[in-house]
């Protein structure tokens, strides 16, 4: 059988996003998978033949000396594409090394030519695509992997079985450092006319492992968040999700029928900004974000 390396270390939402291509890869592929410790909880599916962690000295020792039909590369750190080009493989798609410089091959101009690595476009210019695109990120790399027919809404695979909950509902209501913006401050008023008609809710801060963090998920009926690692992992489970958008793209985000997203009216006024706003954080409605909530889980 051919053998696939995907390398996809963090940010551990795009981590459970890329657990889309284990089935578009398990029947042709033995998949192997580059990524670090800290995504090792998201990456349990048992169609994975093995993970090999960069932190590890021997298994990157191990994956210079395997050779690979397909290398799958979704990282752009320029030390990690060092190691990367390294590894023997019949064919690359994704990022490379190209002369001591980032480059990506010609299957990710889409998805790449809109983003800050963008061979083509400046920062300002890739952000307005970016804003414009209608096709989620699930989508763009399956089509990247597999031409325009490749997207068929395949599903996350987390290795984790969703739990049946009901009257219970969480909320991601913390802050990342990186996007302040994606907060909303919302969170305490809601809980409290939630917990009025009878719900149970719970905080789903980060725990000290991942593996509780999705523990803590998988025990609620619905997911109410921004644009988070936590809302890929919700979706993963199978749980119903209402995710707020206040300065990312909601359009990268593949629904699966089962999430609602709110987008903020100040969206394009702060979209990728990773600054500290309380407009930008306090815009969405408590009452629209009840309502979709309501509509959702009764």
């Known amino acids: 059988m051919k053998r696939v390396l995907i390398i996809k270390l963090g940010a551990l939402g795009d981590v459970v996003r890329s657990t889309i291509f284990i089935s578009e890869f398990e029947k042709d592929y033995e998949i192997h998978w580059l990524t670090s410790q800290k995504s090792k909880d998201v990456l349990s599916s048992q169609k994975i033949k093995r993970l090999y962690f960069y932190e590890n000295d021997n298994d990157k020792s191990q994956l210079k000396n395997t050779e690979f039909d397909l290398v799958l590369c979704l990282e752009e750190d320029l030390q990690l594409l060092e190691y990367v080009s390294k590894i023997k493989s019949q064919k690359t798609i994704g990022h490379f090394l190209n002369n001591g410089k980032v480059d990506y091959t010609q299957e990710c101009n889409y998805w790449l030519d809109m983003s800050f690595v963008s061979k083509i476009h400046d920062k300002e210019t890739a952000d307005k695509i970016k804003l414009q695109n209608k096709k989620s990120v699930n989508q763009i790399w399956m089509e990247m992997i597999s031409g325009k027919d490749g997207w068929k809404s395949q599903e996350y ?33 809601l809980k409290q006319k939630l917990e009025a008609d009878g719900y149970q809710v719970i905080s789903l801060g980060m725990k000290q492992t991942v593996k509780e963090h999705i523990e803590d998920i998988n025990n609620c009926e619905l997911v109410v968040c921004g644009d988070t690692s936590g809302m890929h992992i919700a979706l993963a489970l199978g749980k119903k999700v209402v995710a707020i958008f206040n300065c990312t793209p909601p359009n990268e985000i593949y629904d699966y029928g089962r999430m609602k997203k709110i987008i903020s009216p100040l969206l394009e006024k702060y979209f990728l900004k990773r600054t500290n706003d309380l407009e930008a954080q306090s815009k969405v409605s408590i009452n629209e974000v009840y309502g979709v909530i309501k509509k959702l889980i009764n």
Do not use: A, C
């Open 157 to 189: 695979d987390i290795g984790t079985t969703p739990k049946n909950i009901n009257g219970v509902i969480g909320f991601i209501d913390i802050s990342e450092s990186k996007w302040p913006n994606k907060f909303w401050t919302g969170y305490p008023d």
